[in-house]
């Protein structure tokens, strides 16, 4: 039975409920709704325009409705009387199919038939910058190599306490914050978990971090590359597949620790990489980030080529430890529900065709590259990523050739857009466009 939303509102003295969902382009959208109407929302939903967000749909088009999921409510630690609520959207008494969330929800119920429960986490980078996104906040954070410097991590102590403090509360096991490879990026990692919890939380942090980043006077960006000569914003997932208690990914005979299972996982993902970043590198800007020249620090620690490793982080696909691996394509603007999504749908097709992945490289991928001329390349620019996925048989048929061409169409058109003020050159600073555009994401 489903849980009252009406009845915790007032144990919990909420006076307001943000019912929430993110769209195709990954934007949060929200309404504030009092305590004493949540009751009516759980049963009919919050109304909301679909043309109105970046969701394929007209003006002429009926209202969509945000039916929230009770079992994704967040209580705001910095102001309790908020209620944070994931939900999903209905049209005409159906589900939307395009919403990223049922988008997930339909991967993972498609892997539940297979006996399987896909659980992940993942590492999300941010940047604290000035408000007019210009350059980063703190000013003494200059060294060539900053990860993990002591001085600048703490010169962010009361910021980074404040997120972390919260994910403690609210019951996420953090366990590690740090200052990552850029100036003024930092990273903090909280414990896996089913990739729908995962994905919700997801969302959440990043509403978070920008949020009590502007508490402290600062601005926290997501972007992929908001710095030419910086390392960008990854978002690495770690993946395994569960059924119980049993990870269905341990193999302790293997040399990686990874069973045939995880190994045709992997070949489902390594097949479908091209198409995926269009999902994992959505942004215009994600591409500065992909193929890149080495950053100040001396390296990108992003992906060309589509290969796996083991503990090696110059590859796609990093094998860090027994029974998981990390997928390392992802950026910060990747939508948090099309993320799991597509890890869950290649993954899926790799399990049912028995795809083998190849012999892992055990080189460094960064140095070593043109040694191996027949591997395949990672996408250029986003046109390129959005032509691999027009062209992918096996993610329309995971996901339905109305919702790819939907995505596709709305991210032609954000070409376009960007085409009428701006030229896309990776050796050229970041465009005024990339930031307006992107900063937010």
Same mark, same amino acid.
């Given at each position: 039975m489903s849980k009252n939303l009406s009845k915790i509102a007032k144990a919990k003295k909420i006076k307001y409920f943000l019912i929430s969902f993110v769209d195709l382009f990954g934007v949060l959208r929200s309404k504030l709704v009092p305590a004493e109407a949540i009751s009516g929302m759980q049963k009919d939903g919050a109304g909301f325009a679909g043309f109105a967000t970046w969701l394929d749909m007209t003006p002429a088009d009926s209202d969509m409705f945000g039916i929230p999921d009770p079992d994704s409510l967040i209580q705001l630690p910095w102001n309790k009387e908020v209620g944070w609520l994931a939900s999903d959207l209905w049209m005409n008494g159906k589900q939307v199919a395009a919403s990223p969330r049922v988008m997930l929800k339909n991967q993972i119920d498609r892997l539940s038939k297979k006996g399987f429960q896909m659980k992940s986490g993942v590492e999300c980078e941010y940047f604290l910058i000035n408000q007019d996104g210009s350059d980063i906040a703190d000013k003494r954070d200059i060294q060539s190599k900053p990860c993990y410097d002591q001085s600048a991590l703490m010169r962010r102590y009361d910021l980074i306490k404040d997120i972390c403090d919260s994910m403690i509360e609210l019951g996420w096991g953090p366990y590690q914050n740090d200052h990552e490879d850029a100036n003024g990026q930092f990273e903090m990692n909280w414990d896996y978990s089913d990739s729908l919890i995962t994905a919700d939380r997801h969302v959440f942090f990043k509403f978070m971090v920008k949020t009590l980043a502007e508490k402290h006077g600062l601005r926290a960006t997501f972007m992929p590359k908001p710095f030419n000569d910086l390392t960008g914003?990854?978002?690495?997932?770690?993946?395994?597949?569960?059924?119980?208690?049993?990870?269905?990914?341990?193999?302790?005979?293997?040399?990686?620790?990874?069973?045939?299972?995880? @190994?045709? !996982?992997?070949?489902?993902?390594?097949?479908?990489?091209? &198409?995926?970043?269009?999902?994992?590198?959505?942004?215009?800007?994600?591409?500065?980030?992909?193929?890149?020249?080495?950053?100040?620090?001396?390296?990108?620690?992003?992906?060309?080529?589509?290969? @796996?490793?083991?503990?090696?982080?110059?590859?796609?696909?990093?094998?860090?430890?027994?029974?998981? !691996?990390?997928?390392?394509?992802?950026?910060?603007?990747?939508?948090? @529900?099309?993320?799991?999504?597509?890890?869950?749908?290649?993954?899926?097709?790799?399990?049912?065709?028995?795809?083998?992945?190849?012999?892992?490289?055990?080189?460094?991928?960064?140095?070593?590259?043109?040694?191996? &001329?027949?591997?395949?390349?990672?996408?250029?620019?986003?046109?390129?990523?959005?032509?691999?996925?027009?062209?992918?048989?096996?993610?329309?048929?995971? !996901?339905?050739?109305?919702?790819?061409?939907? @995505?596709?169409?709305?991210?032609?058109?954000?070409?376009?857009?960007?085409?009428?003020?701006?030229?896309?050159?990776?050796?050229?600073p970041v465009t005024e466009w990339e930031k307006r555009n992107t900063l937010d994401c």
């Open positions: 914003n990854g978002c690495h997932a770690h993946v395994s597949l569960w059924n119980g208690n049993i990870n269905k990914f341990l193999e302790k005979g293997d040399r990686l620790g990874l069973s045939k299972t995880a @190994y045709n !996982f992997l070949g489902g993902i390594m097949k479908s990489a091209k &198409p995926l970043s269009a999902f994992f590198n959505p942004s215009i800007n994600s591409y500065r980030r992909i193929n890149a020249p080495p950053t100040k620090s001396g390296a990108t620690w992003s992906p060309s080529s589509i290969s @796996y490793t083991g503990n090696n982080r110059t590859h796609m696909i990093r094998i860090p430890d027994e029974g998981r !691996f990390e997928l390392r394509l992802m950026d910060g603007s990747a939508n948090p @529900y099309l993320l799991q999504a597509g890890i869950i749908a290649a993954g899926l097709n790799g399990l049912n065709l028995k795809l083998d992945p190849g012999e892992p490289l055990m080189c460094n991928m960064y140095k070593d590259f043109d040694k191996y &001329p027949n591997l395949e390349k990672l996408p250029d620019d986003i046109e390129d990523s959005i032509e691999e996925l027009d062209n992918s048989k096996e993610i329309r048929e995971a !996901f339905g050739n109305n919702v790819i061409d939907s @995505y596709i169409k709305l991210k032609k058109q954000e070409i376009i857009n960007f085409g009428k003020e701006e030229i896309f050159d990776k050796k050229k």
